[in-house]
């Protein structure tokens, strides 16, 4: 029986789960340690490579730091290298199921909880119409090619010119401005739809899209790369002088934009939470849990930074400012390699679709959890008869996902992504500092090394990051944030079960059921 916190207004915000108050409520079986430090690194790989570098490595180079986008992967990477060892840290120390939400309430308390829930929306939600713009992209570039034209004015967001190799596109002699995004918005519609029946995870179907993803890219790089070194020196001369573009302020090239087109760029490293949570299933965790972290982001990095190189150098980077950056490119290699072209963009094209499953999916989990604390209506924890999903919840992800697809930039959408995530790594970073002062004495399979400095260095390193989004964008994030506050003590807290003393409600526990199939971007 949970206790009912007491005390003043702070106390009751501070309140916090008890660790095995949260394993009775996730219910989990128990793990085999089976995963050797190569299985971590692939995992991680598997995980990582996707939708960001798809998507958005062209407005990264083409609007912040031009070529030398290639250095901003490596800060990303750094970045995310430290919190991916916090995230280590917790999953092998709290023997318990869940997201970052829930290391927050058995850490710092309910009121982060409710905070880290509002930003793995941004996290999971918003980074789900972010791959939704993208996959809408290389549709329309794929029907392209076969013939197949969808209205221009269909194929963006609300009110905003459309663009083509950095030109504003115009017809009849009137310059084009777009209507709505029909693809981006159709495909968040359809896989919520699919989500709501419940979609079993296949391992065998999850390492073919791993591998399609992975091979496209290899692809790329292999045909790219050839191209490249046949004429390296014109190519360099012609779109790497100068290799970092003169500084032309707020954040538009120089050393500037590469820190401003890392915090863009860091949506591509997002997927290495995965490796982080495969913790108590590590044969030796404190040996493999660094190796399969730090492994797979140099790994994806030196992937990330060969893709981006042979973007810059065949395409002009100022015309990479579009959703899908790689068909663009690829679409340059000559009519000689379209069918390869035509491959590559039905390829990235499948592993978006995971993506964005996969995304929706983990929101979904994510509010039906908080619904089950207490923490948001109950209506977000009703489970459907007849499919056993969380089909309301499900159905109003994807009405959110499509309509921030369909009317929103994919750049606005990006960043906000981004500022969410960073500040949940900010957390969890924390999080591993405070739980050192707090329980020192609990045992943990995997610490982080040089503690407290890389800690503190990921908490420094995700808010500077933070600081280098535009204006505009930081005020709708603490506007939102404030929202998030203002309903966490309209209803969060008078509803809260750890606040009235109760278990989780007696629901149905959707973590015991199988995932769908596909990966984190």
């Known amino acids: 029986m949970a206790t009912r916190p007491a005390g003043g ?16 409520e996730t219910a989990t079986s ?4 089976t995963l050797g430090k190569w299985n971590l690194l692939l995992l991680g790989v598997g995980c990582i490579i996707g939708a960001g570098i798809f998507v958005r490595t062209g407005s990264a180079a083409a609007l912040h730091a031009g070529p030398a986008v290639l250095l901003s992967f490596v800060v990303a990477g750094i970045v995310c290298a430290f919190a991916g060892l916090c995230y280590a840290e917790l999953s092998s120390t709290l023997p318990v199921s869940g997201s970052a939400y829930t290391y927050g309430y058995t850490t710092l308390g309910e009121f982060v909880a409710w905070i880290m829930g ?24 794929l029907l392209a090619d076969v013939g197949l034209q969808i209205p221009p004015q269909f194929t963006g967001p609300a009110g905003y010119p459309l663009m083509r190799d950095g030109v504003q596109v115009v017809v009849d002699g009137q310059p084009v401005t777009t ?18 029946r419940g979609v079993a995870e296949s391992a065998k179907v999850n390492n073919i ?33 100068p290799f970092i573009p003169e500084n032309q302020g707020d954040g538009k090239y120089g050393v500037d934009g590469i820190m401003r087109a890392a915090s863009i760029v860091f949506f591509a490293y ?25 492994g797979s982001l140099v790994v994806c990095t030196v992937i990330y930074m060969l893709v981006a190189a042979i973007m810059t150098l065949l395409v002009p980077y100022g015309s990479l400012n579009v959703p899908d950056p790689v068909a663009v490119v690829v679409d340059s290699f000559g009519p000689q390699w379209g069918w390869l072209a035509k491959l590559i963009k039905v390829g990235a094209i499948i592993g978006l679709t995971s993506v964005v499953l996969v995304l929706m999916y983990g929101q979904t989990r994510i509010f039906y959890t908080m619904a089950r604390d207490g923490l948001l209506p109950r209506v977000f924890a009703t489970v459907h008869p007849k499919f056993k999903t969380p089909w309301i919840n499900t159905l109003l992800v994807g009405v959110i996902t499509a309509v921030a697809a369909g009317f929103f930039d994919i750049n606005v959408l990006g960043d906000m ?13 924390l999080s591993v500092i405070y739980l050192r002062r707090a329980a020192p004495e609990l045992p943990r399979g995997f610490s982080v090394p040089l503690y407290p400095v890389l800690p503190i260095l990921g908490i420094l390193s995700c808010a500077y ?36 003393g109760r278990e989780q409600d007696d629901l149905p526990d959707m973590t015991e059921l199988p995932a769908p199939v596909g990966t984190q971007p």
């Open 465 to 500: 990051l933070i600081t280098t989004v535009p204006w505009n964008v930081l005020k709708f994030f603490i506007w939102y944030m404030l929202g998030g506050v203002v309903l966490y003590f309209a209803y969060g807290i008078r509803h809260s079960n750890l606040q009235l």
């Open 209 to 241: 899209i791993v591998a399609i993803k992975v091979s496209v890219l290899v692809a790329f790089i292999a045909v790219g790369g050839l191209i490249v070194l046949s004429n390296l020196g014109d190519l360099v001369a012609k779109n790497w002088t």
């Open 30 to 33: 128990e793990l085999k340690r």
């Open 270 to 294: 997002i997927g290495f939470e995965a490796v982080s949570t495969a913790g108590q299933e590590a044969k030796d965790p404190k040996k493999d849990m660094p190796f399969g972290i730090i």
């Open 417 to 429: 992504t981004s500022v969410g995530t960073l500040a949940a790594f900010a957390i969890v970073c």
């Open 118 to 141: 509002a930003l793995l929306l941004l996290e999971y939600g918003l980074a789900a119409s972010v791959v939704a713009v993208g996959w809408g992209g290389y549709v329309v570039s």
């Open 9 to 24: 207004i702070f106390s009751r915000m501070m309140a916090r789960k008890s660790i095995a108050q949260v394993q009775r």
């Open 179 to 196: 209507i709505f995004n029909m693809p981006a918005f159709l495909i968040c519609i359809a896989l919520s739809a699919l989500l709501v």
